[in-house]
């Protein structure tokens, strides 16, 4: 059991969840607002011997030397790899601290987004139409660039509506291409596809100006990653053919810092993360709390 666990910002616990969370730790701290500085979160954390973190703050090194108590973190968001972490991972683990993170949590939502999306587009629902007359996926040619759980749930879904899926992945995926999806070298992709999906890992960009020079224009491309899958200059100067579209959920999908992109007629930004539904903070949650038990018991 934890002397004290603390949240040092929102971390999207369902209710349900922050209650059993006391059964974990002689007292819990659940601070509703982000800090605004690196010695707010030493603060926050105190003598806490366990933590936990959203995607929006930063646990580095620094904090960590400062926080001499902390023997767990927990992310409530999602690690894909120790060097694209918002915890020092590394010098946690030098320390004997544990760090562990959930994946996978808010894959469902971002289905939706996509086909929703590509529906409304093609169709002219609600939006102008991209061709002069309405689309149906059936047959449609989408390439998906990255086929981890996100993408190769969203390719699934596509080829069920009867799309023409391929797919640019860093390994080869047998089942899916028994499945009848077709694996491309990504500039071939590029070239061949009418839509162009990214679901990659955070901090992974593919897309420069030699890939944006394949894409071609009147295409549409679609960002489901959390943080940029492109190059922003390429991107900019490919988007000055207003015949191209470009589709994201969240503002840092773009990956402008000036705030230009998301102004222009062919960039559709919902502004908001697909992800994060009623089910995937419920999924969240469980994951949150099934990290905190197996740390417990592996640590008694």
């Known amino acids: ?25 002689g007292e819990v701290v659940l601070y509703d607002d982000i800090p605004g500085s690196e010695d707010e979160i030493v603060r926050r954390i105190g003598d ?56 996978d949590y808010g894959d469902r939502g971002v289905v939706e987004y996509v086909l929703y999306q590509l529906i409304r587009i093609l169709h002219g629902f609600d939006y102008p139409m991209w061709q002069d007359e309405p689309l149906e996926l059936t047959n449609f040619p989408v390439g998906i660039v990255g086929l981890g759980v996100s993408g190769g749930m969203v390719a699934d879904a596509l080829q069920m509506m009867g799309a023409k899926v391929s797919y640019y992945s860093r390994t080869r995926k047998p089942q899916k291409e028994a499945a009848g999806m077709e694996y491309l070298p990504l500039n071939d992709l590029l070239a061949r596809s009418q839509a162009v999906i990214t679901c990659l890992n955070k901090n992974v960009i593919l897309l420069h100006e030699e890939q944006f020079g394949c894409l071609g224009n009147k295409k549409i491309l679609m960002n489901t990653s959390i943080g940029p899958a492109s190059d922003t200059d390429a991107l900019a100067k490919w988007l000055e053919c207003r015949d191209n579209l470009y589709c994201c959920d969240t503002e840092a999908a773009i990956g402008d810092g000036t705030g230009k992109l998301i102004d222009r007629d062919n960039v559709i930004c919902m502004k908001t993360s697909v992800g994060r539904t009623k089910q995937a903070f ?4 469980r994951k949150v709390l099934d990290n905190i038990q197996k740390y417990l018991e592996e640590n008694v």
């Open 48 to 103: 806490s011997d366990g933590v936990l973190v959203s995607y929006t703050s930063q646990i580095p090194k620094s904090v960590l030397e400062r926080c001499p108590n902390v023997r767990y973190v927990g992310m409530c968001c999602s690690l894909y790899s120790e060097a694209s972490a918002n915890v020092d991972i590394a010098y946690a683990r030098e320390h004997g601290i544990q760090v562990l993170g959930i994946r």
């Open 282 to 285: 419920e999924l969240l949650s």
């Open 1 to 25: 059991m934890f002397e004290k666990i603390t949240a040092i910002e929102p971390v999207s616990l369902i209710p349900e969840a922050q209650e059993e969370l006391k059964q974990y730790a």
